[in-house]
């Protein structure tokens, strides 16, 4: 038997990467092992929405995810026939300007392999490698972790190894066999008949400027949208083919690219990758039992469209991966984990219905462009909205709160702040720890490895920002980051005594961006995958947030 080890991801797609490097960022040991001989290639879940922009800041891959995607293209929707006339320039996403509260407003476009790829270097700085032609095979678990049994396929020979570990994750995809042999339930739909054909290639003679698009699905339909890298072009071909043919036939696939675009002059060269997909809408029960747990695919499946099946993923790891990395560490119980799942299912169930309603609309898509609405992808896809207002571990003492909506994804709404919801960044904030001091932002405080509670000082009186501090001193060490907020009229600002940070809000983006601090309500908590925990006006509050989340 192999060594033990805390963490064992058996899947080394986004979701397996990001959980692997938040449990890398907080200490906790981790081994990821991939089935498949090589790395996945292709665009895939390409899109990155802003809340998932929010979690690779925190990770710190963000920078070079801006730096190698490209915004979304306007849609160029051709005239038929003839197929090189624009019938329609469309813009499915425009701009939003960032905020001092939202700097993350806009999609990335940045194929899969790409951002695993940017995941991979940044968990390699923690030397955490993916072990290729590792697969599980099966495992079994008992009170105290999980044996599970794997087999590494080399050069055509396999070896059987037996790892022990005290939890296991699968991100193994929708053929998940931690899911399987869980027993996890996996109800939903199969849409027949809307079989599409996805894949990337090169192609000359062809603008880079737009998303092009011919037909539509009632008849037969074909996107090319130019990748981050020159020449390459990601496929998708709907509507009304011979399947069988497209995918095993390099001649067909083409001939039914010129037929169908009537762009005779498009040339083709390499075929990166293609594969054909049908709509699947399905999520399960819960998202683990016991010490084992899913995320990603392996939980939840639906349509492409909207660009939400990554991210979600994403989403699932990130609100794991602190959860795990507290209970590995002994400052909290392991009945913390049980909230993953509680907080995560109402997400995925609102999550499906939104983009099966996109599926639908986009099935509806005319030729001609006349209908463009169907195409219109609204800014609640940005995923901002996102809460977990819900959950057992929050606690909000705004009077409104009970009866705040509580529906897992909802639009986003900056004049009102409750527990569950995403934590605003603020802009242009003094950190007067750094000398010279110099301006700062909310995300740059928040991580991945601790809470932060912001204490407003002109709301919170002296004598209860003591006992405020008090309470939160008595988290483990390294847990909790304290940070006093001075109103921009402080006349003489320094830094306050027992806080590990004191920022002038300058331009009173960190009020603005707080609406229940106006209301008196002075501390705020933010947990380390940067939801709101807590919103309370002094000590007492704290301690009920902490007793719920902390083993105290």
């Known amino acids: 038997m192999s060594a033990p080890i805390p963490v064992l991801i058996?899947?080394?797609?986004?979701?397996?990467?990001?959980?692997?490097?938040?449990?890398a960022k907080n200490g906790v040991p981790v081994r990821i092992i991939e089935k498949d001989t090589k790395y996945h290639v292709g665009q895939r879940g390409a899109g990155i929405q802003p809340r998932s922009q929010d979690i690779y800041g925190y990770l710190g891959t963000l920078p070079d995810v801006v730096s190698a995607g490209r915004p979304n293209l306007l849609r160029c929707i051709y005239e038929m026939p003839g197929g090189t006339v624009p019938a329609k320039i469309y813009d499915m996403t425009p701009f939003n300007p960032p905020t001092p509260s939202v700097p993350n407003r806009n999609p990335i476009i940045l194929g899969q392999a790409h951002n695993e790829e940017i995941l991979r270097a940044h968990l390699a700085k923690h030397d955490v490698y993916i072990e290729l032609c590792t697969e599980l095979v099966s495992f079994e678990q008992s009170e105290s972790g999980v044996t599970a049994h794997i087999v590494k396929h080399e050069n055509g020979n396999e070896t059987q190894e037996t790892v022990h570990t005290r939890w296991l994750v699968g991100a193994d995809g929708a053929r998940s066999i931690?899911?399987?042999?869980?027993?996890l339930t996996f109800l939903g739909d199969t849409r027949q008949g809307e079989h599409i054909v996805i894949g990337d290639l090169e192609v000359k003679n062809l603008s880079r400027d737009f998303w092009h698009t011919w037909g539509s699905m009632s008849t037969k339909l074909i996107y090319l949208r130019p990748t981050e890298y020159d020449g390459i072009f990601s496929l998708l071909i709907g509507g009304q083919f011979d399947r069988d043919a497209l995918i095993n036939s390099r001649e067909a696939l083409l001939n039914h690219i010129r037929e169908t675009t009537n762009r005779h002059e498009l040339e083709f060269g390499i075929i990166k990758w293609l594969s054909d997909f049908k709509p699947n809408i399905r999520m399960v029960n819960k998202f683990g039992e016991g010490n084992v747990f899913i995320v990603g695919d392996a939980a939840h499946v639906h349509s492409p469209t909207g660009g939400q099946g990554m991210n979600?993923?994403?989403?699932d790891a990130?609100?794991?991966?602190?959860?795990?990395?507290?209970v590995y560490k002994g400052h909290t119980s392991p009945s913390l984990l049980e909230t993953y799942s509680e907080e995560r299912l109402p997400v995925i169930d609102e999550m499906l219905n939104k983009t099966t309603v996109l599926l639908n609309k986009t099935l509806a898509f005319k030729s001609d462009g006349?209908?463009?609405?169907?195409?219109?992808?609204?800014?609640i896809l940005h995923m901002l909205g996102v809460n977990c207002r819900s959950s057992g571990i929050v606690v909000d003492?705004?009077?409104?709160?009970?009866?705040?909506?509580?529906?897992?994804y909802l639009e986003e709404d900056w004049s009102v702040l409750y527990a569950g919801d995403r934590a605003p960044d603020a802009s242009r904030i003094l950190a007067l720890e750094?000398?010279?001091?110099?301006?700062?932002t909310l995300f740059k405080i928040f991580g991945p490895t601790h809470h932060t509670a912001l204490v407003y000082t002109n709301v919170v009186d002296p004598g209860e920002t003591k006992a405020v501090l008090e309470a939160l001193q008595t988290c483990p060490a390294g847990s909790m980051q304290t940070v006093a907020v001075l109103p921009h009229s402080f006349a003489h600002p320094a830094k306050l005594e027992g806080?590990?940070?004191t920022i002038l809000d300058t331009n009173s983006y960190a009020l603005a961006g707080y609406p229940p601090v106006a209301k008196g309500f002075g501390v705020i908590i933010v947990r380390p995958d940067g939801v709101v925990g807590a919103i309370v006006k002094g000590a007492e509050g704290v301690k009920r947030y902490l007793s719920g989340v902390f083993k105290l």
């Open 10 to 23: 058996a899947g080394a797609g986004p979701s397996g990467l990001v959980l692997a490097l938040t449990l």
């Open 178 to 183: 931690v899911r399987k042999q869980l027993g």
């Open 312 to 315: 979600t993923g994403v989403q």
């Open 318 to 326: 990130f609100n794991l991966g602190w959860k795990l990395s507290l």
């Open 370 to 379: 006349s209908n463009t609405a169907s195409l219109d992808r609204p800014k």
């Open 397 to 408: 003492e705004q009077p409104d709160a009970a009866d705040a909506p509580k529906v897992g």
């Open 434 to 440: 750094v000398q010279p001091v110099e301006r700062s």
């Open 499 to 501: 806080f590990d940070w």
